[in-house]
């Protein structure tokens, strides 16, 4: 199986090269925003506990987000692999995946790390949320998005390289590009 997790800040493109990623390869999409919302919607019981942290203001503790994604891994059958798209974002919630995989015999195939200057983000998000009226996309709240970004999520570069497993992406060009990019990566696994 084709195991991907893409990577990247927020705007850097996670969801419109998944979507490419989904299309080309035959994958199965896990975002965990989506699926989050999905267990809530269906009122299961990790939905519900997942709701209780929610409902609180509290992050989702990494055991249950690891049990829920393991429970959405286990539902694709015949899968020719997944695209992990928001997660994992600290470096505990990256080995939790590493074992979550390795007790079905899988493992992550590559992460691929779209990088975007802090710039480009900024105009990208703030874009988005004009044309959206996404109410996180506001210069204050990405601002922030990007600290917890910068402090929390990017240690986790080092630690696919050193499972070598780490692949750059230049999120910077048009879309066909950088798709180009990342098929490159993808196909020379």
């Known amino acids: 199986m084709l195991n991907i997790v893409i990577f990247g800040a927020p705007g850097s493109g996670k969801g419109t090269q998944s979507a490419r990623i989904v299309e080309k390869y035959g ?88 990088e975007v200057p802090e710039d480009e983000l ?20 990405i601002k922030k998005r990007l600290v917890v970004y910068h402090s929390q999520t990017s240690p986790l570069i080092d630690w696919y390289k050193n499972d070598g497993k780490y692949h750059h992406i230049n999120g910077l060009g048009s879309m066909d590009g950088i798709f180009a990019d990342i098929c490159k990566a993808v196909d020379s696994l």
């Not at 209780?52 to 203001?57: A, K, P």
């Not at 959405?72 to 979550?100: C, H, N, Y």
């Not at 900024?122 to 709240?141: F, P, V, W, Y």
């Open 27 to 114: 994958l199965n999409h896990i975002s965990t925003g989506d699926v989050l919302r999905a267990e809530i919607k269906n009122g299961t019981e990790l939905g519900k506990t997942a709701n209780e942290y929610i409902s609180n203001g509290q992050l989702i503790p990494d055991a249950l987000m690891i049990d829920i994604l393991a429970s959405v891994f286990d539902s694709f059958k015949d899968s020719k692999g997944v695209i992990f798209d928001g997660f994992p974002r600290t470096i505990a919630q990256a080995e939790a995946l590493k074992q979550m995989l390795a007790e079905r015999g899988q493992e992550v195939s590559v992460m691929l790390d779209l």
């Open 122 to 141: 900024m105009a990208r998000l703030i874009k988005r949320g004009q044309e959206s009226g996404r109410a996180d996309d506001n210069e204050e709240t």
